[in-house]
């Protein structure tokens, strides 16, 4: 999909609202209602879903599902590469928020996304666009963070109810139609999308994807509730040493991997000329990466010495929806531990949570620079984040009410 020109987005006056948006350096600091800031009014909401994720998962095609997820994303930030627009990543899918003046263009985008999840993944993805006017309008809010995870690298978070009315709102059978993106052009660039790395390993015992939302109260008591959560969570193990992706289980595929998810993306289809050739791209792009990485030498801006630190820094496995979503790597007594504590506190009626549990994690990469500007999505193997949905939902549908 060819960029939007600089003129053409500069229209609307709050385009630069990410941007501009105070950084927050500790992750516990994005629970205080002040990290935040309102979402423009004139802007709107992305929400993108892959349609029966969960039975599609359950088929063992969770890689295909978080490809085409992700895929939403690059799609879009490419269709607008002079603005830092804020998006969540959710395994199935994706929440972004774009200006007026690129609704049209992120439109276009999506609708190509679509093409590439029916013709290359077999996959049905709804695309939606709600106005934040309206979901203000509705009674619901969006306020949104700047988190800093690394010198290269910022992450949007989102609070308030807005993100899931959005989410309800594209996915409802009847009503969603208004929403959707709908026909007519269809273009996108999937450039930077990277599926290279081996799933890996947990380090510490079990891969945990998590999902916690606060219910209950007003939005300060939902705030000591999430704090309270990410205290006890400190208190059981140390932070770094939970992170899901570590120096130590970080491999490129091999001259043997298929890279069929990167080939798909890449080329738009499952099989053809154009797909093997996204696949020798891939192969051999991943081969001179193993060789940096052993020698620790540097070429193309990629530093086989630097770049695994990079990508663990540069990864999202912490992130604030409406909902706290997290990939852990926690020993057994750990994650025991803390599924314990949120059990007390459901029943307590402060919270609902969904845990799947996996032996790694899987990375999928959005790469605008090799020297920086790369983020990583990661999610936790056989399901991860869409599995624990399935729990979240059913404790939300049984939490008592009044």
């Known amino acids: 999909m060819g960029p939007v020109t600089c003129d053409a987005l500069a229209s609307s006056a709050d385009d630069g609202f990410f941007a501009a948006l105070p950084e927050v350096f500790e992750f516990a600091d994005l629970t205080l209602a002040s990290s935040y800031r309102p979402a423009p009014p004139s802007w709107s909401v992305v929400v993108t879903d892959v349609c029966g994720s969960t039975r599609a998962i359950e088929g063992g095609r969770y890689r295909d599902v978080n490809a085409v997820g992700a895929a939403s994303i690059v799609a879009v930030r490419n269709a607008l590469p002079e603005l830092e627009i804020p998006y969540v990543f959710g395994g199935d899918g994706a929440t972004l928020l ?16 679509r093409e590439l999840a029916h ?11 709600v106005p934040v006017a309206e979901l203000i309008a509705g009674g ?16 949007a978070m989102f609070t308030g109810t807005g993100t899931s009315a959005a989410e309800r709102l594209v996915k409802d059978a009847e009503g969603g139609r208004r929403y959707d993106v709908g026909e007519g052009e269809a273009r996108a660039s999937f450039e930077g999308f990277e599926c290279r ?92 990466g193993r060789v940096l990485l052993g020698l620790g030498a540097r070429a193309g801006g990629f530093h086989g010495r630097t770049y695994r630190q990079e990508l663990i820094r ?3 496995f912490r992130k604030f929806d409406d909902v706290l979503r997290m990939v852990l790597d926690l020993s057994r007594t ?63 549908a049984d939490r008592p009410v009044g």
């Open 334 to 396: 750990e994650l025991d531990a803390f599924v314990a504590f949120l059990e007390e506190q459901r029943r307590k009626a402060r919270l609902v949570y969904g845990v799947h549990e996996a032996g790694s994690a899987l990375i999928t990469c959005f790469v605008r620079s090799y020297e920086g500007d790369h983020v990583h999505f990661v999610d936790g193997a056989d399901g991860g984040y869409a599995l624990a949905a399935k729990q979240l939902k059913r404790q939300w």
């Open 140 to 155: 619901h809010s969006i306020g949104v963070a700047r988190y800093r995870a690394s010198s290269s690298v910022r992450f």
């Open 314 to 316: 540069n990864t999202d």
């Open 119 to 129: 013709d290359a993944f077999a996959l049905d993805l709804r695309a939606g666009i």
């Open 197 to 288: 790395w081996q799933p890996v390993p947990s380090q510490r015992g079990r891969v945990a994807s998590l999902l916690v939302a606060a219910v209950g109260g007003d939005a300060n008591q939902r705030s000591r509730t999430y704090r309270d959560v990410l205290s006890t969570l400190d208190g059981l193990c140390d932070p770094e040493a939970s992170r899901p992706i570590s120096v130590r289980g970080l491999k490129l595929g091999t001259l043997f991997e298929d890279y069929s998810i990167e080939s798909r993306v890449r080329s738009g289809l499952p099989a053809g000329k154009a797909f093997e050739r996204a696949r020798r791209h891939a192969r051999r792009q991943a081969l001179m």
């Open 98 to 113: 774009v200006p007026p003046a690129a609704r049209s263009a992120a439109a276009v985008a999506l609708r190509g996304v």
